[in-house]
């Protein structure tokens, strides 16, 4: 069952991953690479945390 403030953090999580999103949006194309590679991290490291691993 979710928390109320899990479900908090997941909606922070959804709209700070949406605006880097768009800030990567905003970049040069060659800079693109490594701020998708630090987002990818963000991503799987909130994926690990949700399902233990």
Known sequence: MTTASEHTQSENLV???????????????????DR???LHQKLSTALSSIDGL
């Open 36 to 38: 998708y590679e630090q």
């Open 15 to 33: 709209e700070e991953i949406r605006s880097e999103l768009v800030e990567i949006d905003a970049m040069q194309v060659n800079d693109h690479g």
